[in-house]
C-alpha cells in the first residue's frame, strides 16, 4: 500500500509561483503513472497533471504552458512547479498514483491565489 503525502499550498498572488511536493511511502517507480488532480470549491475533482514511469506528461488545456510536473525517483518525489498562477487556480490539490490496479491518494494541500 502507498501513502502520499502533499506539501507546498499557501496563499500567492496572481502572476506568482508555488512548487508542490507529493512525497510516496513506497518506491514510485511502482506506478504506472502518478499525477496532480484539484478540487475548487462546489466543482468535481479534476485532472491537472500526470506523468508516467517512462516520464510521458499530460497536462489539462487550462494549465499547459504554466505548470510543469516532475518526478525524483530517488527521493519517491513528485513535484508540481506553478508558474503564473492565476485565481481560477485556487482550489486543493491532490496527489494520486496508480498502482497493481490500484488508486492511492493524498489529503490534498490547498493552493490560494488572490488577485
Known amino acids: 500500500q502507498m501513502q502520499l503525502v502533499e506539501s507546498g499550498g499557501g496563499l500567492v498572488q496572481a502572476g506568482g509561483s508555488l512548487r508542490l511536493s507529493c512525497a510516496a511511502s513506497g518506491s514510485i517507480l511502482s506506478a504506472n503513472a502518478m499525477g496532480w488532480y484539484r478540487q475548487a470549491p462546489g466543482k468535481q475533482r479534476e485532472l491537472v497533471a500526470t506523468?508516467?514511469?517512462?516520464?510521458?506528461?499530460n497536462y489539462a488545456d487550462s494549465v499547459k504552458g504554466r505548470f510543469t510536473i516532475s518526478r525524483d525517483n530517488a527521493k519517491n518525489t513528485v513535484y508540481l512547479q506553478m508558474n503564473n498562477l492565476k485565481p481560477e487556480d485556487t482550489a486543493a490539490y491532490y496527489c494520486n498514483a496508480e498502482a497493481n490496479g490500484l488508486d492511492y491518494w493524498g489529503k490534498g494541500t490547498l493552493v490560494t491565489v488572490s488577485s
Open positions: 506523468i508516467t514511469g517512462a516520464g510521458s506528461t
